[in-house]
């Protein structure tokens, strides 16, 4: 069992590197080992906090879940767009239907200023983000 | 101080781009700590000099720059493109704005059917391969105007790509002299506009404005095929005429409609592309040359100062008249683009294609859009140069004010005057008045009708061309007093009296001897001396041409 798994690894992580399938950063041998750079790089774009080691073991285990997609031979195959991709896409006349709520969508947001969403200024810096440290752990 | 030297190739001979001398940008041009880390690896900061400065160094050689542009157009239709809410320009804040724009739990984005048709238009017009299955994807990024961090756009597989844009750009001093150029269309595609930041520096706050979140934009990507400011503007004004024709957009740059980013290069002929960088917030048709001529002249004397040039992004500071770099775009941006799974692939069809039985209001059929395919500005120009002769300038003149053509041809309906007199009434002294009082064709006090009667007097030599510009300028200032009318009163008509004007030549060559005399030697300029004195004792009633027949006449007989 072990051997047919390891064939099947050894075929998948080549054909793997043929669709040029990339993971920034994800160590391609597929240990799931994820760098300190990545982790930094993701909580940037994602403004998510890996607050712990355990957050990032989470995330580790994750990847190596999904990474055993590759054990499937896809040669030949179309890749799937969407779920979705044989339905039909409805398209819809160009009638003004909806709108004209304002009240309503304004009780959504913490601060108002006269109908308008207030924010903070630009996006909120990445040292703001530092200053918090790695207090909370990702729940 | 010696001007800056141009060793910068430009085929189109740019001779109306920037003066940089006195930019007072200079100091904070380059930022200190360089995340982007340009060729070498290594990020170097060059004390950016003095351009105003320079000397031409020796050996050095010249400089080609290469600019491609990402335009964005607000497409022109009642709702947004994936929601039903209304797209308007002015409307109290958040008013035009649904759930979905709000990006609120629960919401999903619907296809507007004008907005795929006005693609298809844009692309069909602009020489493009329609892509029959095109897809939808997200681009991730965090700012407040984009309330659900991402942007639904085509960046895989959009809707339309490899086009071309034909434009024309004068060469040389002359009006006359211009070509066309010719600027690949690499893609066009569907996206979501974002909402709208105001930025409050004073209270440290952003407000943000959600009308303008998820209304259709078309996204034409040029090639860098051009190489100066002047070439980008007169393709991107070639692209508005040609969204304005198709009605595809109205592409007014002052409202938003039209926006453009620009991507500027330099590099020695011969030798591979230099490092780009990106110019955004260039949205006035008046500084769109102005500020790409600039960045290419920044880079180039970066260079030959021996900097580098980063690959960032920058924007034009349209009071100091220069470019800086953004703040909040340090470092690459990674969109993390994936398919956008509320969306199947959107499929279009030609008559061959079409599935039986189908609902037209659910397909999209290329050929029938193609068929009705309004008349292209390069069309119509060349339809007014073969039916009328017309110089093409002043075709391109006549599709550059809105109304203009119309005006000409109305007026051309009633007159049976040449059709380069009358585009050159209306290209000069029409247009003229027009713009010394800021007014649009449509708020002009003299209509076609008017200025067609006047130049049927003209054309029946019933008043003088000189005397039809003063009754121009009565009619301009006076409404509802035809031209007849203010010529009787001005009392502007020719002299029809063959038999005074007979008179009154005789008399003037008998009370200037000395000019005759002149004249009878061979002096060539007497004979106009003559026909002015005559014309002054007719009280410019007399038509200079008809003068000099007489006054001839009666020298030789």
Known sequence: MWARAACLGLRASAAAQRRGFTSAG????????????????????????????????????????ADRLRAVDTDGVEPMESVLEDRCLYLRSDNVVEGNCVEELLQNSHRVVEEYFVAPPGNISWSKLDEKGPSHTAE | ???????????????????????????????????????????????QSLITAQEP?????????????????????????????????????????????????????????????????????????????????RKHYFYADLPAGYQITQQRLPIAVDGSLAYSVCVGKKLGQAVTRTVRVRQIQLEQDSGKS???????????????????????????????????????????????????????????????????????????????????????????????????QRQ????????????ETRSFDYKLGCT?????????????????????????????????????????????????????????REKLVRRYGMLPEHSFALLNEVGLLEFFQNVMKETRAEPKKVASWVLNTFLGFLKQQNLAVSESPVTPSALAELLNLVERKAISSSAAKQVFEELWRSEGKTPAQIVAEKQLEL?????????????????????VMDLKKGNPRAINKLIGLVRKATLGRADPTAIKEVLERQLSG
């Open chain 2, 198 to 296: 105001l930025h409050d520096d004073l209270r440290s706050q952003t407000l943000v404005d959600l009308n303008r979140a998820g209304v259709g934009l078309l996204e034409v990507v040029l090639e860098p095929d051009m190489s100066c400011g002047e070439e980008a503007a007169a393709a991107v004004r070639e692209l508005q005429l040609i969204l304005q024709a198709l009605g595809t957009s109205r592409a007014i740059m002052a409202e938003g409609q039209l926006r453009v980013d620009a991507n500027i290069s330099v590099h020695h002929p011969g030798e591979p592309l230099g490092v780009r960088t990106e110019v955004k917030n260039l949205n006035s048709a008046r500084f769109l040359a102005r500020a790409i001529d600039y960045e290419i």
């Open chain 1, 26 to 65: 994800a160590d391609p041998q597929g240990s799931g080992r994820v760098t300190a750079e990545l982790i930094e790089h993701l909580e940037r774009l994602a403004l998510v906090d890996f607050g712990s080691q355990e957050a990032v073991a989470r995330l580790e285990k994750a990847i190596a879940f």
């Open chain 2, 57 to 137: 160094r020796k050996g050095d050689r010249e400089w080609a720059a290469v600019v491609g542009l990402e335009i964005h157009a607000q497409i022109s239709s009642n709702s947004k493109l994936f929601s039903g809410s209304q797209v308007h320009f002015a409307a109290p804040p958040n008013s035009l704005v649904s759930f979905f724009d709000a990006s609120l739990p629960g919401t999903l984005p619907v296809l507007n059917r004008r907005c795929v048709e006005a693609a298809v238009m844009t692309g069909l017009a602009l020489d493009c391969r329609i892509n029959k299955k095109s897809l939808f994807d």
């Open chain 2, 1 to 47: 101080m010696a001007a800056p030297v141009l060793r910068w190739l430009c085929p189109g001979r740019c001779w109306a781009f920037a003066r940089i001398g006195g930019c007072s940008c200079h100091g904070r041009g380059v930022p200190t700590a360089s995340t982007s880390s340009g060729k070498r690896g290594q990020s170097s900061v060059a004390r």
């Open chain 2, 495 to 515: 002299m029809q009296d063959d038999e005074a004007l007979e008179q009154l030549c005789r008399a003037t060559m008998e009370a200037h001897p000395q000019v």
């Open chain 2, 324 to 380: 800086v770099p953004m703040r909040d775009k340090e470092g690459k941006q990674d969109y993390r683009f994936m398919p956008e799974p509320n969306l199947p692939p959107l499929l279009l069809y030609d008559s061959a294609s079409l599935p039986a039985g189908a609902d037209p209001q659910q397909v999209i059929n290329i050929d029938r859009i193609r068929e009705q395919l309004p008349e292209l500005p390069s069309v119509t």
């Open chain 2, 300 to 311: 180039i004397s970066e260079l030959e100062n021996g900097g580098e040039i980063l690959n």
